[in-house]
């Protein structure tokens, strides 16, 4: 039984749907509205702008990949073909890898499905220090509530999988409150793939959501196209130019493409829509772009526990513990939510860090070995500015993040909760994930290493899958690129809707948030653009 | 030094002149070069030859190839079959996959990973940073005596080529069948897996 990849009947029913590198002759595209990027953003304003009766192109750099690729289920083809630089990206000094989706659907097609609405406390931050208006827990909740009926998302009704349930019996036994996490899915399959994209179409994406949605109203996709430069002329955004790229989506094809369009909307997330507009020149009085760049830096926490925990199968993430989120208000020493992480083994390993007899023996008890995860929640004190994203010479994007003793404090006390909980819920061993660390047998013993490893760069192996900020919103313009309607400032054409508008990090999974944003900002931009006749070009 | 991709075409990926001046300019491992390089006044088997991909691959150059042979061992050693057809196979799979690996980097990081091979490539570097006089002549614990001076040292720089190479080695690996095996995952659901696939 093959499952419907829903591209295949679509096209042949009239989508428009172009795979750039089939071109062979420079191509130039006019339409109402240009989205760049296909993923929570740009996906949930295509189908809000198309439904609108605009005429909307959607660029995507990645390829089109569907159930038909993902029904493999095997890890060394999505890693490589789903994930932006093969899953290899990492800050400018290797010190933080970087987990971002690159396909039709962007992140949104190998996410875990975790879906949260924007904690009201980091709404508030955000009318406070940023002067964001509309943004209020009472304002958006329609917007969210529009977006968790499109997109299925509903608290995991089955029984959590032994990863996450671990989760749940660790932080029980502590008295510290843990809760079902809401997914975006429906008649999900509970296999645990999440991250390879979704098999069976159940995990709720854009990829088979608002994109075929968009397509049904007659937008177009093109996919395999780099954007690399916005023209700004005369306050405006006069056009933009991209080049195809190659089938193996890495290399230009040599096919340029020029789209001339009415408005346009940045949504390639936080790393690739600042280096777009550094690339571009575009205008920034205040040198704002790019900066405030939040990851909800993570570390990790492995225990061993007495059976079996296969914590590669069942779905990713369903149990959270936000004990240490909020205790101080959004202010005051780092908070971070407890998750697990999924445990296929390419990934495992790549979090596992060691070699030779201990990579082998460590990564031999995978089936018993229970995962979670700390999210720290960066961006909301001055000792956590978050880091910066530039371009090198070629134009490619580079982040910077540094840590200050702040940050290090808060990964100190992470690896503590983690290895309490696991202990709580009956590992034998914990071993936190830091390169000077060992096996602990005990929770004492593991207390008093976790307080005298090294907290540097380089020693605490840092990852991220949530990149956020570096084109901030709110109506303060010397802190902000967008303002509270996500309009970029310096040009009357131009928005930028996704997660890259958020002035610090969520404190929670982001793709909730990025849709309920993102349908605010593109049903008021749907109403703006319809509201004046289309200019004569 | 080497060339850096910048164009896909069907013969193969076209390169760019890269000149060692441009790929030293900055980056994490530029300035230990840099420092070796001011010592003298050319990098011994380095001037200014442009060295190619090495044939059949993407990224990894000829000596890059001769790094890896020595790497695989000291980061799989116990995990790898024994000397045989199976063994050379399994090797050349692994080679393919950190190939594509590299490849798949966007120009910033395969500037940093250019800048790590050579620095593991160049005798003038490699010799006292790594204790190894050649990649084809270093045994398994000789490498990883290398690794863990790395791992360890108070150079974050070294920490930071160390993580790289071992990532590099062993997601080209937990990603093959053997790799599986070797953690114990017994792959995909079955029966999902067969639905999907029938």
């Known amino acids: ?24 002759q420079d191509q130039t595209y006019e339409a109402d509205v240009a989205i760049i990027g296909s993923g929570a953003g740009g996906g949930t304003t295509a189908e809000i702008l198309s439904a609108a009766g605009l005429k909307v192109l959607i660029l995507e750099e990645g390829p089109l990949q569907t159930a038909a690729n993902f029904k493999d289920m095997d890890d060394a083809r999505a890693y490589g073909e789903l994930y932006q630089e093969g899953a290899g990206r990492a800050t400018s000094d290797g010190a ?32 406070d220090t940023f002067a964001l208006k509309g943004g209020s827990e009472e304002e958006m909740a329609p917007w969210f509530a529009q977006m968790e009926e499109r997109l299925g998302v509903a608290p995991w009704a089955v029984p959590p999988n032994a990863n996450n349930g671990a989760l749940k019996r660790g932080a029980e036994a502590l008295g510290w409150a843990a809760h079902v996490i809401p997914r975006n899915v429906r008649g999900c399959w509970n296999l645990g793939y999440c991250g390879l994209g979704c098999p069976t179409n159940a995990k709720q994406s854009m990829l088979v959501t608002t994109i075929p949605g968009a397509l049904k109203n007659g937008a177009q996709l093109l996919h395999h196209v780099s954007v690399r430069k916005l023209a700004f002329t005369n306050g405006k955004v006069s056009g933009l130019s991209a080049e195809a790229l190659g089938p193996g989506c890495i290399q230009p094809s040599g096919v340029k493409i020029t789209v001339r369009a009415r408005h346009y909307v940045l949504a390639g997330g936080a790393i690739n829509n600042p280096a777009l507009l550094l690339r571009s020149n575009a205008p920034d009085p205040h040198q704002r772009i790019g900066k405030r760049t939040c990851i909800h830096p993570v570390n990790l926490s492995l225990g061993i526990m007495p059976d079996k925990v296969e914590g590669y199968y069942g779905a990713p993430q369903s149990i959270y513990c936000d004990e240490h989120q909020w205790k101080h208000g959004a202010a005051g020493p780092v908070g971070y939510k407890i998750e697990t992480a999924p445990m296929q083994p390419l990934l495992s390993s790549a979090i596992f860090g060691r070699y030779g007899d201990e990579l082998k023996t460590g990564m031999g008890l995978l089936p018993y070995t229970q995962s979670m995860l700390s999210l720290l929640r960066d961006g909301f004190d001055e000792q956590s500015a978050g880091g910066e994203v530039q371009i090198d010479g070629s134009g490619a994007p580079v982040l910077h993040y540094d840590f200050s003793d702040y940050m ?40 008093d290493a976790i307080g005298s ?12 899958a949530h990149l956020m900020g570096g084109c901030a919103m709110g109506e303060d313009e010397k802190l902000t690129v967008v303002d509270s309607d996500a309009r970029f400032r310096h040009a009357e054409n131009l928005s930028i809707i996704d997660g890259s508008i958020f002035p610090t990090s969520i404190g929670a999974n982001p793709q909730l948030s990025i849709y309920g944003f993102a349908c605010k900002n593109a049903t008021k931009l749907a109403g703006q653009l319809n509201s004046v006749p289309a200019a004569k070009s | 030094m080497r060339n850096l991709p910048t164009t896909e075409t069907e013969s193969g990926p076209n390169a760019v002149d890269l000149t060692r001046r441009s790929l030293l300019q900055v980056g994490l491992f530029g300035s230990l070069l840099l420092g070796a390089a001011g010592t003298t006044a050319t990098l011994s088997g380095c001037s200014s030859r442009v060295e190619s991909v090495a044939a059949g691959y993407k990224f990894l150059r000829d000596a890059d190839l001769l790094l890896m042979r020595a790497l695989i061992p000291a980061v799989l050693g116990p995990m790898l079959p024994p000397p045989g057809a199976e063994s050379e196979a399994l090797n050349a799979q692994l080679m393919r996959n950190i190939d594509l690996g590299c490849y798949r980097l966007g120009h910033p990081a395969q500037k940093v990973v ?25 045994t398994p614990a000789q490498v990883q005596a290398f690794l863990e001076r790395w791992r360890t040292s108070s150079f974050s720089v070294l920490n930071a080529g160390y993580r790289a190479l071992i990532k590099l080695v062993s997601v080209s690996f937990y990603g093959t069948h053997v790799g599986w095996a070797a953690a114990n995952y017994p792959g995909p659901p079955p029966g999902p897996f067969q639905v999907f696939n029938s």
């Open chain 1, 96 to 127: 933080v890898s970087i987990l971002q989706g690159r396909s039709v659907g962007g992140t949104t097609t190998v996410n875990w499905t975790s879906s949260f609405r924007t904690p009201p406390l980091t709404l508030k931050y955000w009318a």
């Open chain 1, 1 to 24: 039984m093959a499952i419907d990849d829903i591209y295949t009947q679509g096209i042949a029913g009239g989508w428009k749907v172009t795979d750039a590198s089939t071109l062979k």
């Open chain 1, 408 to 447: 290090w404090d808060g990964f100190r006390r992470a690896y503590l909760s983690m290895a309490e909980m696991q202990f709580a819920a009956g590992a034998k061993q914990v071993m936190p994930l830091h390169v000077d660390s060992k096996i602990y047998a005990s929770w004492s013993e593991a207390k």
């Open chain 2, 114 to 138: 250019a800048q790590l091979f050579d620095l593991l490539n160049l005798r003038l570097t490699r010799w006292p940073l790594t204790g190894i006089k050649a990649w084809d002549e270093a």
């Open chain 1, 453 to 464: 490893l090294p907290y540097r760069k380089q020693r605490v192996p840092v990852f991220t």
